[in-house]
């Protein structure tokens, strides 16, 4: 089974640690990212782009504006303004034709548009919803938002309309409800389009594990999927939750609290990022660093002396 390897930043040059904090791959890029299917987007400081593996093997080269992550084994490139595919042997499967195209979602369609219209496209590129649309968004939960006439509203993989296009926003559906507003008043609503609880916010946020953001009077807070408030709105900042941690904010630093909104990780850190696997990444002034949930170390920033 290949490891999952992790970015790290030192000295202004990109690299991979595993997730023992161990340093796999030596920091020699000039740009890099996130691994994801095994594949990572890198840059050499003489210029040659591509992916490499696990082993800092490049296996895609590529020349291109943007490359993206791959994601269902594809991922988007870029070249002079417009959008296409490639496959995780570095084909391109669809041409750069498109002026805007999403990742492809698990139902192996994307979000495409051609001049100002958007539509939805199949792994060859071809629309199987004509690009009608000003806007439209991968599908979620079996539904896309898309825009029409300067409303929101959702369809379904036919094209058919299944919440009419009413909203001034709306979300893609998260655990089973979609984040909406109409005349800056913000609610949730279900598949059906009712409005199932029965409170309006300044602003809503998506469901992620069963609790949703809200923020009323400059905080944050988060409330439950009957829209009962269960961590009051006293956050300078509050993230989503992930693994059962969610970031928050104190004094323009981040930590992590639970559930139940204890803090278990002090605000400590100029930045931090969700925890994927047990591991989440930090910064700390401009260092970076990865922490487990418990705020040990896997790696730790230069400099940082607090615990």
């Not at 598949?191 to 594990?209: A, L, P, Q, V």
């Not at 139940?260 to 401009?286: E, P």
């Not at 990865?290 to 615990?307: A, E, R, S």
Request: net charge neutral; glycine share 10%.
């Amino acid at each position: 089974m290949k490891e999952d390897l992790y970015l790290l930043k030192i000295d202004n040059y990109y690299g991979y640690i595993n997730c023992r904090g161990e340093l796999i791959i030596q920091p020699m890029y000039k740009n890099a990212r996130d691994f994801s299917e095994h594949l990572a987007y890198v840059e050499t400081i003489d210029g040659k782009k591509g992916y490499i593996n696990s082993e800092n093997r490049m296996v895609i080269t590529i020349d291109a504006d943007y490359h993206g992550q791959f994601n269902n084994g594809m991922a988007i490139i870029t070249r002079n303004k417009l959008s296409g595919c490639i496959n995780n042997e570095g084909n391109i499967v669809v041409e750069t034709k498109f002026n805007y195209l999403s990742d492809y979602d698990s139902s192996m369609v994307a979000s495409a548009k051609v001049g100002s219209k958007a539509g939805l496209v199949d792994m060859d590129g071809n629309f199987i919803i004509e690009p009608i649309y000003e806007w439209i968004q991968p599908f979620t939960e079996g539904l896309a938002v898309a825009k029409k006439a300067g409303k929101d509203g959702f369809i379904d993989l036919n094209g058919n309309i299944v919440v009419d296009f009413k909203f001034d926003s709306a979300n893609p559906f998260s655990e089973g409800f979609s984040a909406v507003s109409v005349d800056r008043k913000y609610f949730y609503i279900d598949k059906s389009g009712m409005d199932n609880i029965k409170r309006e916010f300044y602003i809503t946020y998506d469901f992620k594990e069963g609790f949703a953001r809200f923020k009323e009077n400059g905080k944050y807070g988060y409330i439950d999927n009957t829209g009962k408030t269960v961590l009051k709105n006293k956050y300078q900042y509050a993230g989503d939750f992930s693994e059962g941690l969610a970031i928050f904010e104190a004094k323009d630093r981040c930590g992590y609290i639970d559930r139940s909104g204890k803090k278990v990780i002090k605000a400590v850190f100029s930045s931090s990022y969700n925890f994927h696997n047990g591991i989440a990444r930090i910064t700390y002034d401009t260092e970076w660093g990865y922490i487990n949930k418990t705020g040990g170390f896997i790696y730790k920033p230069k400099g940082f002396d607090l615990w």
